[in-house]
């Protein structure tokens, strides 16, 4: 059975479901969920018509803003390239890398279908509910580095019982 997460944001609540085919990514997510790791993290990258982006620990820290989506763990997380980035997926964000191994924690979820991105980034899950927050997060203020100017916070992410 596919996990359920609830992620609570500074704009409302998210619950996202991760798929069983992308076990690798699935079992680093609730690694990262389990630690606490992603609780306090913002949204760093928000883009209307596109995506919203998180899960950079650097994005705690105010001063580092230059530095927000530079950071995370020091591993990667091979490819499983199998599903399409239609809106409302949830995807890991990768740098550039032949191997198209996703970043150890950044993820991000698309807020338009972004079919161009397919084949590139692993999808490792959906919106199950919370897509009208994932739409007031994809229109808040943001700088030249589409960077909210007011932090967008996950505040947890917990495990939902289902």
Do not use: C
């Amino acid at each position: 059975m596919a996990q359920q997460y609830l992620l609570k944001t500074s704009l409302g609540e998210i619950t996202l479901e991760l798929f069983d085919d992308t076990p690798q990514h699935r079992d680093n997510f609730a690694k990262l969920v389990s630690e606490k790791y992603y609780d306090g993290i913002r949204f760093h990258r928000v883009i209307k018509g596109f995506m919203i982006q998180g899960g950079d620990p650097l994005s705690r820290d105010d001063s580092k803003r230059h530095m927000h989506g530079t950071g995370g763990p020091d591993h990667r997380v091979p490819a499983e390239i199998k599903h399409s980035n239609k809106r409302g997926t949830l995807a890991a964000a990768r740098d550039n890398n032949p191997q198209k191994a996703s970043s150890g924690s950044q993820f991000y979820i698309n807020h338009a279908d972004n079919l161009f991105l397919d084949n590139e980034y692993t999808v490792y899950g959906k919106v199950l509910s919370g897509l009208d927050v994932v739409d007031k997060i994809a229109v808040v203020k943001t700088d030249q580095a589409d960077n909210p100017i007011e932090a967008v916070t996950i505040e947890s992410v917990t495990v939902v019982e289902v």
